[in-house]
């Protein structure tokens, strides 16, 4: 048990709840690497929110409101970190929550189902051989027909790489959280969020629902999304007194 008077405390109380997932089979081996690596990036954000993430934030809750077909892709880390603010997310949308992972193992897909569904999700689907993403040759090919197959905008938190290419070139439009700016998926999603998603995921849900609250808020400036990688990183590399 962590004191939460401890200077780290949030810090390592995400940890323990990535470590949770691995136990309870949510999470693969390899999403403790993939934290690791997330963490670094976020200390050299100072763990906080920047306006470059509060500026993506707004233009994906514009474009997620926008959407037709929106649906919510999950992998073991997010399924671990934030399972009640994804469901949260796709109730405000009206959107499906679609297991997707990279490492493949039915077990694991089936275990972050069962934690969804204990998270109060309703609608969960699940990968099928009977649809396949194109332009792509793993497990995240593997889609389900009512889902990412049908989908054009889909929200893919925590990605590996090449699939989001593969959605792009499919003709979807992809949103993102990613502490790497430099990351594959971070420059070829239409909108990336450099931030935490233990932060950026409630920061997303209030946007949303302030949006659908009052709908003149939607309307937004011009997004750059080159722009904001490129402040996300300058300020990643800037010396630290
Ligand atoms: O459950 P699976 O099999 O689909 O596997 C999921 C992981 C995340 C292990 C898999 O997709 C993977 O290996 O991802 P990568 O290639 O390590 O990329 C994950 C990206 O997420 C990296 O750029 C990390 O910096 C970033 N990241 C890690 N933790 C966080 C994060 N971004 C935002 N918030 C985090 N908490």
Redesign the pocket.
Known sequence: MIPRSHPRYLSLA?RDA?VKGVENG???I?????????????YLIGEKTRAFAKEAIRAAAVMLLKAKRPVISV?????A?VPKEMVTLAKRLNAPLEV??????KR?EAA?KKALREAGAKNVLMPTRKAKLPFIDH??KWVNPEGIAKADIVFV?????DRCLALRKSGKKVVT????P??R??KTANVT????????LPLLNQEIEKMQRNTAAMRMSKYNNKSVLKRAEQEMRKSKE
């Open positions: 995400t990535i949510v999470t693969s390899h999403g403790l690497i993939a934290h690791g690596r997330g963490e670094a990036f976020d992998n073991g880390n997010v399924c970190l997707n992972i990279f490492h493949a193992s694991r972050i497990n995240r938190p925590l990605e590996d790489g959280i990613d502490l790497n430099l990351s998926t971070a969020i450099v931030d935490n998603i233990i932060r950026a």
